[in-house]
């Protein structure tokens, strides 16, 4: 018998399985998938904090520095913030080496089949099977209920752009959400993602950036999409015996909708947990990870904000705000929260400033 059984072998996952199996734990994984690069269905960057918790293989990686902040009229404005970052990925090839770090550290993968309730043969149970969870609803616990919805295509082949994250804001084609162009590692990737029950629109965003963004030079190579769960953490996310990590427990910001970072930490501390429990006699997973997993206080009330759909003129007159600018740098460049003391520092000399002052 495992000791951990996962369903999941994605980013939250494979960083659980490795962890469990790191100290000693039978641990194994199973997945629908053939192997752990197939079907991504993400744009796969990471923020700078995740970088600093886990090693990437750098030729995995593409640094970016800054954002692009295009208003519905296509105006822009750079925002930056010296020493962050963001890394683009070749998320299959990601996933495959955390696969591989997984097993070299003890933990089977089994690929190409699909979790059952009636399967259950491990002590501990990790749902990381993304947002409808099917381990969450065969145990009884929280599921996801709000939700965006993401599509994204890859262009191969020469597009002129300079290397920041380029974000578009526009209420018609990207309600509740954002477009965005990244440079990514070989390939240039174009999406956007609108709040159900909107959906996004590929090919009218593409055509509506291509005077910033001129894509018909290269060929598109692929195109994919799924939900993103936006209404935080699914209460409850674990029992004695059954935990959930990653999207299955609503662990994605509600505001950025960046859920990768989140999987792998909530994927670890899982796992550290189980193997306290199981193997020193800690308390239950359970208990320890209710104080560990985020409340998204501040992040809740600002995604019900961008559920209101501002006009696209008011977006583009915000765009003007040194405000409204602190505070999308607070958003971008801040992910340890919106009150943290950086985050102030950045935006308090903004807020303080007369209003109409440039
Ligand atoms: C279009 C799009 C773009 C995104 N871009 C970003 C981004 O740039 N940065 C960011 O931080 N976040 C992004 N996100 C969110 C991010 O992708 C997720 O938060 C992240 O993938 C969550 O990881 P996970 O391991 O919890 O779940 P997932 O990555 O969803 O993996 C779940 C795994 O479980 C498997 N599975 C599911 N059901 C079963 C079953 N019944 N039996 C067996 N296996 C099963 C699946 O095959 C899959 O491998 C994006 C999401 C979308 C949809």
Redesign the pocket.
Known sequence: MADVEI???????LSCARASASRGLRTIV????RDAGEAV??????VKEADEDEEFPRELVRRIHGVRLYGPSLRWVDLDAPGYFFLATDTPALLRSMAARAEAAGAEIRHG???WATMRTGRILVG????RS?VARSAGLGVNRRFLA???AEFEGPVELETRLHVFLDSDLAPGYIGWVVPGVGVTQV?L?TRLPARPDLDRFIERVRSVVDLAPARRVAT?????PVGGTVRPFATPDTVL????AGL?SPLT?????T?MRSGRLAALAIASHLLDGGPSPDRVLHDAYPAFTWKRPMRAAMDIHPPNALLDRALESPRFRAVARAVFFHHRGLLSGDAWRDVAPAMLRPAGAP
């Open positions: 369903v999941g072998a994605s980013f939250a996952g199973w997945d629908r998938k269905r993400t744009t796969g960057l990471l089949r699909s979790f990381a099977d993304g947002p099917r993401g599509i994204e999406g993602a994919r999409g799924g939900l993103i990590v990653g999207d299955a994605v909708a960046g859920g990768i970072h999987a």
